[in-house]
């Protein structure tokens, strides 16, 4: 089957470096995308990754590594509107986008 | 710039009744389009996605359908609807097979 896996929550402070790891298993896998979302709101897209690496964009800077199927997320210099739900998604053979379940990130003064 | 609209943003129906969610783009031609469904507290559920006029793939068997009658309108809909429908339906359109952008979203709650 096709799934994603990343943890469920993860809390840290304000100013502080958040990284969410995401291990994926997805057939004709293209790359990988990850997604912020807000209570209430919907998500919208941070970044991707087709080749192996880090991709930083300002504060948010997203890796993948395919002979490992795993990805991560890193947010750094934390701020209190950080706290939101981050999902990483699969690209796979056709187009489709497979979600993982989300992380909820809590931000503490 | 592109822009996505849906609409309602929510909708309280009974148990029975029909749905018709509407979701159009601008400023881009032939997207592919897709809706989801998000259920509280997990991830997005791909229900249909579609690259073109009249051509839909189905990803979940359910009482649900999609149907694409213009090449930026993309409908969601049901003849009858039952209380798991309940959820939170995004519309995402994407060039290629990259980045999706996601409406804002459509609040259903089946009673």
């Known amino acids: 089957g096709q799934s994603l896996e990343q943890p469920s929550e993860v809390t840290a402070v304000e100013g502080a470096i958040v990284q969410i790891n995401c291990t994926y298993q997805?057939?004709?896998?293209?790359?990988l995308s990850w997604y912020q979302q807000h209570d209430g709101g919907a998500p919208t897209f941070l970044s991707y990754?087709?080749?192996?690496g880090l991709e930083e964009t300002g504060r948010f800077s997203s890796f993948l590594s395919r002979s490992d199927s795993y990805g991560y997320l890193l947010l750094q210099e934390l701020q209190m509107k950080d706290s939101a739900s981050y999902f990483c998604?699969?690209?796979?053979?056709?187009?489709?986008?497979?979600f993982g379940q989300g992380t909820e990130l809590s931000v503490k003064p | 710039s592109q822009t996505i609209h849906q609409w309602p943003a929510t909708l309280v129906q009974p148990v029975g009744s029909p749905l018709s969610l509407e979701c159009t783009v601008e400023g881009t031609s032939n997207p592919n389009l897709y809706w989801y469904r998000q259920a509280a507290g997990r991830g997005l559920q791909l229900l249909f996605y579609s690259v073109g006029i009249g051509q839909i793939s189905s990803e979940v068997p359910q009482n649900l359908s999609a149907s694409r009658p213009q090449d930026r309108q993309f409908i969601l809909s049901s003849k009858k609807l039952l209380l798991s429908d309940s959820g939170f339906y995004l519309c995402?359109?994407?060039?290629?097979?990259?980045?999706?952008?996601f409406g804002p979203g459509t609040r259903l709650l089946v009673l």
């Open positions: 997805t057939s004709g896998f293209y790359g």
């Open positions: 998604a699969a690209y796979n053979q056709g187009g489709k986008l497979i």
């Open positions: 995402a359109w994407s060039k290629g097979y990259e980045t999706q952008y």
């Open positions: 990754n087709a080749l192996d």
